[in-house]
């Protein structure tokens, strides 16, 4: 409903506002679709195409069945998903603790929430990060990819003014009747969280997914290789997934099967994301309302 | 803040550390896994930044490398390749912060005014979810639709012009690498500004428009002004974070472009320090971008007290 204060705009005004969100909207959508076609199409489409399809009109799975036959994509799929699940499972458990426990004042509360924040202000550098994963033993393991990114600063602070919210006489209560903070914990205060709790979690789950620096820095070994550094390997630097490297002859059009490369690194972030969306405003918002 | 008072038990009093102890240690235990992060992958990085004075030998390691003073950080001074790569990082930064910044707060104000929360809830959809996606895959997709061989440079081809250059030319890059910022974060920084806007007053736009204050006059009179703790909050964010314009996406396209447009200070780090071996001069050059980066944050926040606003930061508390 428009308020009655507010005036009519101008047919003028209002093809240009369409203008500008409907081509923005279009500039994101249309290569996305281009791309998924693309991998959905058939030889003889993309050359009747000229390389890309706006629409497959003779759809196949094909490269998708080349893609997952071999054993270099199927491997990097696992590693991402290993890499994803456990390292989002790790950091909201770390995530969560220290949040809860900063989140009263409490015993080396106040020391250890000066100690997350100044992570803030300041980043170690690629060399020592480097040589401390080195030394650790990680190089070429894959916690390297999960172990230093467990403890995101910004979700950490979304998480602790939430918990920060949660009202004091609620605890208090639970405390009478004899809850440990354990307790409190599980039982009170995560599930009057559930919303921002995933919220974090899909912003760690993406992180791990997406995260392709790490890999090239710490891992040699081509076999622990994840999507994101197949995706580089194979597409960005069009290096050729050859026949004897998926296993199955004759190898598609290469250009569909790099495209299918391209969706199996999106397909996930695509399927969780409409789910989260409507949270995230107030994940994005908590934390920005700082703690 | 008045919530948080009323949790009485936990007032700070001056409490045997004995009684406290049993009182919170398990929220001591909580804490445990994550300072242990903290000390594992941040505190002990920070304190390994002690390389960029050594002359650092890898098989010597830390304990035994020789000490060197500010050899390195001399050394940096001379060699025209770091200039360049923070000439890069400056110019990339400003022109970041000139084209990008505005335009998730114009996009926000067109949102808001939008009467249909359909449409608007379909272009907060569409609008958020390229934010979500690696920077490889959006590089990748700048490729497919810009590159030599992409979508655009076949359609001209048809269509007997020549091919546009957008993917590998070094002048036009800063150009590239905005328009990869706007495609990928714009829509998603417009979220705090959406958020901001529906805190303000409605009343407040009802009698400046029965006042007769036109849709520009309460623009620049209501929104802008209600906005400007927001603005000012993210720009400070941005300016703590100027030195690192974007590591990824220059990593990835400093090979298609040359490292003459697209090195910028951490991928000087990168090559200089990992894939050159030569670790401290590549630690030097990462501990002066760190640290330049928190005086800037610092000075940037001091400076929005000054200005009243609250900054990130608060003085004392929160």
């Known amino acids: ?291 | 803040m008045l919530k948080r008072s009323s949790t009485t038990t936990r007032k700070k009093t001056s409490l045997p550390f004995a009684v406290k102890w049993r009182r919170d240690w398990q929220m001591v235990l909580l804490m445990i896994p994550g300072v242990v992060f903290l000390l594992a992958f941040f505190y002990l990085p920070v304190l390994g930044n002690v390389v960029a004075f050594q002359d650092f030998q890898p098989y010597l390691g830390i304990m035994h490398s020789e000490w060197n003073g500010l050899q390195n950080f001399v050394s940096l001074y001379d060699n025209p390749d770091f200039w360049d790569a923070l000439r890069n990082t400056l110019l990339l930064a400003a022109v970041q912060l000139l084209l990008f910044f505005p335009v998730p707060i114009g996009l926000a104000l067109i949102v808001d005014s939008l009467i249909s929360n359909k449409i608007r809830r379909w272009f907060q959809t569409i609008a958020y979810l390229p934010h979500f996606l690696s920077w490889v895959l959006v590089v990748t997709l700048f490729q497919q639709s810009l590159g030599g061989a992409g979508f655009i440079n076949n359609l001209l081809r048809h269509a007997g012009l020549n091919p546009i250059p957008f993917m590998t030319n070094p002048d036009t890059f800063p150009l590239l690498v905005v328009a990869q910022l706007i495609w990928k974060d714009a829509g998603w920084a417009m979220i705090i500004f959406l958020a901001a806007l529906t805190t303000v007053d409605v009343s407040l736009y009802e009698a400046a428009a029965a006042d007769g204050a036109g849709r520009w006059r309460r623009l620049w009179h209501i929104t802008l002004p209600s906005l400007r703790t927001v603005i000012v909050l993210l720009l400070i964010l941005r300016i703590g974070d100027i030195l690192s314009v974007g590591f990824e996406q220059f990593i990835l396209q400093r090979d298609s472009v040359g490292p003459g447009a697209a090195e910028v200070l951490d991928t000087f780090t990168y090559y200089a320090g990992v894939v050159g071996g030569d670790w401290s001069s590549g630690a030097a050059a990462g501990l002066a971008k760190g640290v330049v980066g928190a005086l800037l944050l610092w000075g940037a926040n001091s400076l929005a007290h000054r200005l009243g606003e609250p900054g990130i930061f608060q003085r004392r508390g929160a």
């Not at chain 1, 997406?210 to 630097?237: C, G, M």
């Open chain 1, 1 to 291: 409903m428009r308020p009655i204060w507010k005036e009519r705009p101008s047919p003028g005004y209002q093809a240009i506002k369409a203008l500008v969100l409907g081509g923005f909207a279009l500039v994101i959508v249309v290569p996305i679709l281009v791309v998924i076609s693309t991998s959905l199409a058939s030889d003889r489409d993309i050359i009747d195409a000229g390389g890309y399809v706006l629409w497959p009109s003779h759809p196949t799975f094909k490269a998708y069945q080349t893609l997952f036959s071999g054993g270099l994509m199927g491997r990097a799929i696992l590693v991402s998903v290993f890499v994803t699940v456990v390292g989002t499972a790790i950091a909201l458990a770390v995530t969560i603790a220290l949040a809860y426990a900063t989140s009263r004042p409490v015993l080396f509360g106040r020391p250890v929430l000066l100690m997350v924040l100044f992570t803030l202000l300041f980043a170690p550098g690629i060399i020592p990060m480097f040589l401390v994963v080195k030394q650790l033993g990680l190089l070429d393991s894959l916690w390297s990819l999960i172990l230093p990114g467990a403890l995101g600063a910004f979700n950490f602070v979304v998480l602790r003014t939430f918990f920060m919210n949660v009202p004091g006489e609620l605890l208090e209560s639970a405390r009478i009747d004899g809850a440990s903070d354990f307790v409190i914990l599980r039982r009170i205060v995560l599930p009057l969280s559930k919303a921002v709790v995933a919220v974090v979690g899909l912003f760690y789950a993406v992180g791990f997914w997406n995260a392709f620096f790490n890999a090239l820095l710490y891992l040699n070994d081509t076999s622990k290789w994840p999507v994101q550094v197949i995706l580089r390997t194979y597409v960005l630097q069009g290096k050729s997934l050859s026949a004897d490297q998926l296993g199955v002859h004759p190898p598609p059009q290469p250009q569909s099967l790099q495209m299918a490369v391209v969706v199996v690194a999106l397909v996930p972030i695509a399927m969780v994301y409409p789910f989260l969306q409507r949270h995230f405003t107030k994940g994005v918002i908590t934390g920005a309302v700082k703690g």
